[in-house]
């Protein structure tokens, strides 16, 4: 199965686009009405019930919030971590952005529940 994303709202609409047009599910909070501007802890049981991974440079609210809900015998989602020291910034990070993702997807099969989104750093 392939992995469907929803992507944190400092993501830009456009890399799910991006995704989207290459024939993968992915979907980003900043263009869903119902979810912009959503508290985390909404975007977490979101994604956990529509089977969505969550990709996020927010790890340290959303590791505790996913791992509370474990504990909690709730239904989490995956979560695709993004390093923001790592994470390309400024002009192009859409598609720097896009090409990552579509590269962690390729290759996503069996994938850790909470995995690392790596770059290529050449160029």
Do not use: Q
Not at 31 to 51: N, S
Not at 81 to 108: D, I, K
């Amino acid at each position: 199965m392939t992995e469907r994303l929803l992507l944190d709202e400092h993501f830009s609409a456009e890399i799910a686009v991006i995704l989207a047009g290459a024939g993968f599910d992915v979907r980003a909070v900043a263009a869903e009405p119902a979810l912009k501007g959503r508290r985390d802890p909404d975007i977490v049981a979101y994604a956990a019930a529509e089977g969505y991974r969550i990709v996020t440079e927010n790890v340290r609210d959303f590791l505790p919030l996913v791992a509370s809900a474990r504990a909690a015998g709730e239904p989490t989602p995956a979560l695709l971590l993004v390093g923001s020291r790592h994470a390309p910034r400024g002009r192009g990070r859409t598609g720097a952005m896009a090409a990552a993702l579509r590269a962690w997807l390729a290759t996503a099969a069996g994938a850790p529940e909470e995995a690392w989104l790596s770059f290529d750093r050449r160029g």
